[in-house]
């Protein structure tokens, strides 16, 4: 009985030491940082755009999101909230340029994590590469010790983009 309380006390004490650590590096890591990728898409802009775009049709396509309930805020902007498997996310749509340029930005502020992402649809030929540019802020200290070192700072945006590319039946690797 003491050996297993003992065996138990060590698991616990090394938990704990390995959570201090990692809020200790994270501590030392920037909060802000800015993450691109992009993949290319045989498909037109205004096709490209018109699936982005269309907020409420996301969990069709997208295995990372459940629901998305859009509505119109205050200020006449557009406003949706993803429910997914991390959880509720609000956001707001601060600039649409159709088939050109979207750009879209967190409303909470109790997540540890906030940001925004601008969206670019640019012809190639007639392809459409499709650019995702994060500019988020990491105010949790271990949050921003996984981002870093566990799943790294694009890894939202590498799945929104292969979900995107296979909405359209292709194969993408985000570069």
């Known amino acids: 009985m ?23 590096i994270g501590s030392f890591l920037a909060k ?7 993949v290319l ?6 096709s490209v755009y018109a699936v982005a775009r269309d907020f409420e049709s996301m969990p069709k396509w997208r295995a990372d999101v459940r629901s998305v309930n859009v509505k119109t ?3 006449g902007r557009v406003q ?10 609000n956001y707001e749509l601060m600039e ?37 540019t994060e500019d988020g802020v990491v105010s949790n200290v ?8 566990a799943f790294g700072p694009t890894a939202t945006i590498d799945t929104y983009l292969t979900s995107l590319g296979k909405q359209f039946g292709e194969t993408v690797t985000p570069e």
Request: charged share 20%; no cysteine.
């Open 80 to 89: 949706f909230r993803e429910e997914g498997k991390h959880g509720a996310v």
């Open 41 to 46: 898409l045989h498909k037109s802009p205004e």
């Open 2 to 24: 003491k050996l297993a309380l003992l065996i138990l006390a060590g698991i616990v004490a090394v938990i704990i030491l390995a959570v201090l650590l990692m809020a200790l």
């Open 96 to 132: 649409d340029v159709p088939a050109r340029r979207m750009v879209t930005r967190i409303t909470d502020t109790d997540l540890g994590y906030a940001g925004k992402w601008t969206y670019v649809f640019a012809a190639e030929g007639s392809n459409t590469r499709v650019t995702i």
């Open 32 to 38: 802000e940082h800015s993450a691109t990728r992009s």
């Open 142 to 149: 271990i949050f921003r010790f996984l981002s870093r070192y």
């Open 73 to 75: 805020g205050d200020a």
